[in-house]
């Protein structure tokens, strides 16, 4: 399988050294050229970068897919061409985290899952310790409501 992945749920699967759950879990991910360049702008972390320069041989560039012409005018670059990708590859799921991009791609059909939802499969997979990937998580600038956490943790 294929999945097609936007830069946010990257980093931060990079920044807490989760990245690996997608290989099991996808087999194989596609991003476009766009996710790439904004992965390797200088603000970026350092860890990301470095992740970026060493793609792993299951992590595929993908030329810039022109942005469909159909998807809303208020979506980043990343995000239109990863939908644009997704949807001119056929993926069964799009991995993202912006509230627009996510409604964007649910609009045309796609399967959206977030950081949130990787580490929560991941789980459900033995790929990690949920906990451990949560705290990691909430000491970047992921935001992430304590109810939320909670719900995941399953003490609700």
């Not at 991003?31 to 299951?58: F, H, K």
Request: aromatic share 4%; net charge neutral.
């Amino acid at each position: 399988m294929i999945v097609v992945a936007d830069t946010s749920p990257l980093n931060y699967l990079i920044l807490i050294d989760c990245v690996h759950v997608l290989e099991p879990m996808y087999g194989r991910v596609a991003i476009p050229e766009a996710v790439r360049a904004e992965m390797l702008r200088p603000q970026t972390p350092d860890a990301v970068r470095a992740w970026v320069n060493r793609l792993p041989t299951w992590v595929e560039v993908h030329s810039p897919t022109p942005p469909a012409k159909f998807l809303a005018p208020n979506l980043g670059l990343g995000e239109s061409q990863a939908i644009s990708l997704a949807l001119a590859l056929k993926a069964p799921v799009i991995v993202i985290d912006e509230i627009v991009g996510r409604k964007e791609a649910q609009a045309h059909g796609l399967r959206v899952i977030g950081t949130l939802g990787i580490l929560r499969d991941a789980q459900e997979l033995n790929l990690l310790d949920l906990k451990t990937a949560i705290e990691r998580l909430k000491a970047t600038n992921f935001r992430i409501p304590s109810e939320v956490v909670a719900k995941l943790l399953g003490q609700e």
